[in-house]
């Protein structure tokens, strides 16, 4: 059972515009959420992370939404740039637990 | 930023062979995770440890073993390594369970 959901494999944008990525996730004991950015051939790195008492966590051009009552999170990235073309991870954890669940990830392409 | 090393990037080996992954962190983090990776999917925790002396085995079976002799090291070992362990295995650490994971350039994983 995948408690963690993206269920968009692949996403084009063109360059300047907006970036939408979105996440669904099951278990309502999830408190704390985060988004990693991973480029071929190298480790995940964490991007930015929301806890569940909040609504919208921003950090420059990235900013994450959380609507608790859907189940669902997103990652806006506004402007998208060349370099902002990787694999993002969306990742959860349970209230008193320290592991993460992530979901299968990504792949935005920012098109110049 | 964080400092996590793992060793080799690439290892291509025949069946049955006995080998280690390495992996290694300078920041003096108690907490370090093993995950495996297939492409297009999520990340799945294999071994985890909170401290030297202690480790435990994640949510997806692995028939892999993990020791924590130091806290900097925490190498994972396969005795028989057979051609369904093909992956990428990523390690990473974190100073304390609310704090995020910062991961390793991973090892890729080819057994023949």
């Known amino acids: 059972d995948q408690q963690v959901k993206q269920n968009s494999p692949s996403l084009s944008v063109q360059e300047g515009r907006i970036s939408i990525l979105n996440c669904d996730y099951t278990?309502?004991?999830?408190?704390?959420f985060l988004w990693y950015k991973k480029y071929p051939a190298e480790g995940p790195t964490f991007l930015i992370s929301i806890s569940s008492i909040k609504d919208k966590n921003e950090d420059g051009r990235f900013t994450v939404f959380l609507n608790k009552s859907a189940k669902h999170l997103s990652l806006h990235i506004v402007p998208s740039q060349p370099g902002d073309s990787a694999v993002y991870f969306c990742?959860?954890?349970?209230?008193?637990?320290?592991?993460?669940?992530f979901g299968q990830g990504t792949r935005l392409t920012i098109n110049p | 930023e964080a400092d996590i090393y793992q060793t080799p990037r690439y290892l291509v080996i025949g069946t049955g062979k006995k080998i280690t992954l390495e992996c290694s962190q300078t920041m003096g983090h108690d907490k370090m995770y093993w995950y495996q990776q297939d492409p297009g999917m999520e990340l799945h925790l294999i071994h985890y440890?909170?401290?030297?002396?202690?480790?435990e085995k994640g949510d997806l079976s692995s028939e892999s073993t993990v020791s924590r002799i130091r806290t900097e090291h925490f190498p994972l070992t396969l005795e028989s390594a057979r051609p369904s362990h093909t992956s990428q295995y990523l390690c990473a650490s974190s100073a304390t369970g609310d704090s995020p994971l910062h991961f390793g350039n991973g090892t890729r994983l080819t057994v023949t």
């Open positions: 990742a959860a954890r349970r209230k008193g637990a320290q592991k993460l669940v």
């Open positions: 440890s909170y401290g030297v002396n202690s480790t």
């Open positions: 278990n309502s004991m999830f408190d704390y």
